[in-house]
Structures are given as C-alpha cells and as structure tokens.
C-alpha cells in the first residue's frame, strides 16, 4: 500500500521546451503532495508544497512562474518545468502524505523523474 | 532551524559486517526522525521511524534508537548483505507548517562479497 507513481520517469527535452512530469498517489488520497529536487550525490532539496485544490507553497529560492504545480485532485499533482534550460537538469521527486496511515508525519515517495535538458 | 547531520561516506563493508551510519539532529520542538533508503535509480522508501524519545524504529534487520538527551538516531544494522548497498537518508519533521521534511546529506553505503 502508500504507492506513489510519478511519469515519466526520465525525459529529454530541448533547451526552451516546457515538461510535464505527473504524480500520482495509487492507493490512497493525498491532500498534500510535495516536490523535491536532487542534485547528483546530494541530499533532497523540498522545492514546494502543494495542496489539493489551492496555490503552491514554494521555498526560498524556487521560482513559481519557472516550476508551476498544480494539484487539481486528491491523486494527481503536476509539476511544469516552463521554458527548461540545461541547469534545470536534475531528478526530480515527489511525495505523498497518507493521513490515514503512517501518521501526519510520514511521506511515501515516487519513484523520481530524471530530466535532462539539451 | 532544523538540521540534520550524516556521517560521510561512502562507508564500505563485507558482507555480514555490522553497519552503524550516526545521525544527529538539531530541532526547535519534538521531531518524529525517519531513516529512508535509496536504491540506484529509484525514489526513496521509508525505512524505518520513531516519534518520541526512546522509541526504537526497526525493519529488515535494521534499528535506530530515538536519543532525545544526544539528539542522535543512528542506523545499526548487525549484519549487512550486498543487497543493502544503498543511500541512506537520516530526516526529521517538527509538525510546524506542512509537516515537511528535513533530510540530511546522505550516506552511501557499499557492501562487497
């Protein structure tokens, strides 16, 4: 159970292009999903946190007009890399909280979306 | 703020050695402290947790000990295999806003033969 599923799982995009990458939980309803971002041998960095049926709550730092995140249901929230450029090229996580199971506290994972931008 | 500090590694063990990566962590109130691993090319999954001090998390072989006075949650394992080669990452979460997680730097663990 607690399955999070994120697609695609890597994608290659031109400089200029925007990418969607989709994160969905499977089995349970997640009012609140999170973004991470991860640098090659570094830890996560929590990029925002999105609510279901409200704005985003980005951290410092992020650019909400260069990562938009929507979170239209209770199993679906997106992230858009807008106008990529190669320095946006990273693996890209999401999250999930269950608050039926595991405790406010706990965030079940996906599997990660390796972008690279040419 | 809240932090999270990891041994460096990679920490490299035969099989069956016995395995410690320390954690320590500094927290304005009570965290709940998580272990997560990350196997090559894929997302994180939760390990092991503990919510309270003294609470003692374990899974597949592994432990970690909630240490309120040293403010400390190492993961022990007392018998590695290969198959546990892996990152290894120490995290914690205060409840203030979202409940969002703070993760240390992970610890890349590689196990031989």
């Known amino acids: 159970g607690a399955v999070v599923s994120q697609h695609p799982s890597w994608v290659i995009c031109k400089s200029g292009t925007s990418v969607k990458i989709e994160c969905r939980s499977l089995?349970?309803?997640?009012?609140?999903m999170f973004w991470y971002r991860q640098f090659p041998k570094q830890s996560l960095m929590l990029m925002a946190t999105s609510n279901e049926g409200s704005k985003a709550t980005y951290e410092q730092g992020v650019e909400k007009d260069k990562f938009l995140i929507n979170h239209a249901s209770l199993t679906l929230s997106t992230l858009t890399v807008t106008s990529a450029h190669p320095e946006d090229s990273s693996f890209y996580i999401c999250s999930a909280r269950d608050p039926t199971r595991g405790g406010i506290d706990t965030q079940y994972f996906g599997p990660g979306t390796r972008l690279t931008v040419l | 703020g809240d932090s999270v500090t990891q041994m460096e590694g990679p920490v490299t063990l035969s099989e069956e050695a016995f395995l410690t990566i320390n954690c320590t962590y500094t927290a304005t109130g009570y965290p709940s402290l998580f272990w997560y691993v990350q196997y090559p090319g894929e997302g994180l999954q939760l390990l092991l947790k503990?919510?309270?001090?003294?609470d003692k998390g374990s899974n597949k072989g592994f432990e970690a000990t909630y240490r309120k006075e040293t403010t400390s949650f190492h993961l022990e394992k007392g018998s590695v295999q290969v198959s546990d080669s892996a990152v290894y990452f120490c995290?914690?979460?205060?409840?203030?806003?979202?409940?969002?997680?703070?993760f240390g730097k992970g610890t890349m663990l590689l196990v031989s033969p």
């Open positions: 995290a914690l979460t205060d409840f203030s806003g979202y409940s969002t997680l703070t």
């Open positions: 503990a919510t309270k001090a003294d």
């Open positions: 089995d349970f309803q997640a009012t609140t």
